[in-house]
């Protein structure tokens, strides 16, 4: 079966940094492109990037460029999402998902992480 | 980058009665348009992808279809547990990008 485990919530403060992970199971990690979606407080789905784990190529949306870093450590089949400097605007719920096996969708999501910044 | 309009924003529906949803794209993204469903406090889950391919264990009642900018979510006979919000996704262009959602309300 087919698995995504997220971190733990967090609560941070403003400027602080911040690194969730994702980790894959039940599959051979390095084959499907793992994504990453931010949702606001009673907001939409926002695609945020992707990685390939196999060449860890990489994809940002233009409106998180710049804003975090996705990674990887394929040894131990895990993703990461990561920021360096936190903003109170940074709050939200970031889900980690997986390409299904001959489409770009995301068949399999992680539970979520819920990401809490404020002074 | 690629908008996905999705409308209505709030659909209200009896119990047993038929939903469309619609979700339209600023350009072509060809068949490559999937369909999410998303309930309070649940991470999204995948019901329609390749425009009109139900995901594994996606019951019969749900189906897509179009092509190129203009997409159909059809649930034939509502029921309870169907009540949800809707996210219409393109990635056939890059960025990736979702819709607005679509709220289905018990009426």
């Known amino acids: 079966e087919v698995q995504l485990e997220q971190s733990g919530a967090e609560v941070k403060k403003p400027g602080e940094s911040l690194k969730i992970s994702c980790k894959g199971s039940?599959?051979?990690?390095?084959?499907?492109?793992i994504g990453w979606v931010r949702q606001m407080p009673a907001k939409g789905l926002e695609w945020m990037g992707i990685v390939y784990p196999g060449d860890s190529d990489t994809r940002y949306s233009p409106s998180f460029q710049g804003q975090v870093t996705i990674s990887v450590d394929k040894s131990i089949s895990t993703a990461y999402l990561q920021w360096s400097s936190l903003k109170a605007s940074d709050t939200a719920v970031y889900y980690c998902?997986?390409?299904?096996?001959?489409?770009?969708?995301?068949?399999?999501w992680g539970q979520g992480t819920l990401v809490t910044v404020s002074s | 980058e690629t908008v996905m309009t999705q409308s209505p924003v709030t659909l209200s529906v009896s119990p047993g009665e038929r939903a469309t949803l619609s979700c339209r794209a600023s350009?072509?993204?060809?068949?490559?348009l999937a369909w999410y469903q998303q309930k309070p406090g649940q991470a999204p889950r995948l019901l329609i992808y390749?425009?009109?391919i139900r995901a594994t264990g996606i019951p019969a009642r749900f189906s897509g279809s179009g092509s190129g900018t203009e997409f159909t979510l059809t649930i034939s006979s509502l029921q309870s547990e169907d009540f949800a919000v809707y996210y219409c996704?393109?990635?056939?262009?890059?960025?990736?990008?979702f819709g607005q959602g679509t709220k289905v309300e018990i009426k």
């Open positions: 996704q393109q990635y056939n262009n890059w960025p990736r990008t």
């Open positions: 390749g425009a009109s």
């Open positions: 998902a997986r390409h299904g096996d001959s489409s770009g969708s995301f068949a399999n």
């Open positions: 039940g599959y051979t990690f390095t084959n499907y492109w």
């Open positions: 350009q072509s993204v060809t068949s490559n």
